[in-house]
């Protein structure tokens, strides 16, 4: 019977572009049917651990690690958007909001003249609302999600119109729709309707793994409509 137990831990880091990714080293010492080789494996509180023999060299550890990099980041990036929408948020001026991977500082305006507005300004996500008071965290809220919605829609017909191409089976334009959700980026009915998650536009720490993982939900949401005799 084969016997691994956990010799030592220690840390590592390895860089990925302008980020440090710090993980934890897992030396096992394994027996004679447990493979020689470290695995790495990305938690959902985002820690990141290789679990490597007990005689592995530092060398060969961060070898390991540089092949997964990309991998590794990947996924710390879609956890990261994972949870960024059910964090608890105040909307207030100075409060960060994110749109297509880039970080906006939340500003309130108030202008009893203007139309209640949301707009990109100067690095700011500028809301502008008709009147102070101590409840306008509501006003907010309700005017930053209409927007979102609205820039979804563009975004995923954007995308839309890039993947129907690759998707000859297809006959039809697939019909979508733009709702919260939870623990799911998209998902599709047995009657093809897509359902694409507004938060995708959000933050995924970068346009092109955002674009990644927009691009995927769609394809696999027309897939599996496809299969469904959809289309």
Not at 182 to 201: A, I, R
């Amino acid at each position: 019977m084969s016997k691994i137990d956990t010799v030592t831990q220690e840390r590592g880091v390895i860089a990925y572009g302008d980020e440090l990714i710090y993980y934890d080293v897992i030396r096992k010492t394994a027996g004679v049917k447990t493979p020689r080789k470290v695995t790495i494996k990305v938690h959902p509180d985002q820690r990141v651990v290789a679990t490597v023999p007990h005689d592995a060299t530092s060398k060969a550890i961060q070898t390991a690690m540089f092949k997964k990099v990309r991998w590794v980041w990947q996924h710390i990036s879609a956890l990261n958007a994972q949870h960024e929408h059910v964090l608890a948020r105040k909307y207030l001026s100075g409060e960060a909001q994110f749109y297509l991977g880039r970080r906006y500082m939340l500003k309130v305006l108030i202008d009893p003249t203007a139309v209640a507005n949301v707009k990109l300004l100067r690095g700011k996500l500028a809301v502008t609302l008709l009147q102070d008071n101590e409840k306008k965290a509501q006003p907010v809220k309700a005017l930053i999600n209409q927007w979102y919605q609205y820039r979804a829609e563009i975004i995923f017909h954007e995308r839309l119109n890039l993947m129907l191409p690759k998707t000859t089976w297809v006959s039809g334009r697939p019909s979508f729709r733009i709702l919260t959700m939870k623990k799911q980026w998209g998902s599709c009915s047995s009657k093809g309707m897509l359902m694409l998650n507004p938060h995708l536009v959000k933050r995924l720490k970068s346009l092109l793994i955002m674009l990644f993982y927009m691009s995927y939900v769609i394809l696999l949401s027309i897939i599996i409509v496809s299969d469904f005799g959809g289309y």
